[in-house]
């Protein structure tokens, strides 16, 4: 009797869960829940400390500024990013991104992932020339600044730090119109020519080997 017990206390629980993430709030109001609790559902891929994984190609969030988490969940949220069939990390954010009911707690789990201490990620870029990616940089610091610590004004992410795969992966989805072609995505947009002036792959590797030298 005890072990049923037991086993009926934890199945509830386990619904308590499901149903709180899926928006029907187990006391039936629709009430915002704290972002902690809401990053359960990021931890998976991001990891508990934010710091992400290159397994599941999930970029490092700790520490990003709130306003970008903020808009890029409304670009999943929306389809303005993440709709292209190619742009698999993108699609596989796009439902959880939704698991937010509304715009308080979006802003409840950007807020907290602000909150969380950033960690340098350590190269892992072979074949890349930060030298020649300094010439090709002076393009990119007039929005992501000499530092590459961003420009909330401009709506520019802070770059340094991330992870360069990550960094490599997203200049070439914008090159190729993956990330950035959708008419509303005015930020995205911005950035689809910027990353063309870049000529090949190497020239994405130069720049992005340049980038990890900012990261302090």
Known sequence: MHRMKSLNTSAFAGLALVLALSGCRPDGAKKTLPGV???????????TDGFGQALVAAPSIAGLPAWYVEAQLVKFRSGIRGAHPDDLEGL???????????????????AYVASLTPMKQAPTLT???AAAGAGSYATCQACHGVDGKGNEALKAPPIAGQYDWYLVSQLGKFRKGIRGANPKDVTGGQMRPMSMTLADDQAVKNVVAHINTLAK
């Open 37 to 47: 609790e809401l990053y359960a559902a990021c931890a998976s891929c991001h990891g």
């Open 127 to 129: 074949g890349a020339d």
């Open 92 to 110: 596989r954010m796009r439902p959880m991104s939704r698991q937010m009911m509304d715009e308080g707690e979006v802003k409840a789990v950007a």
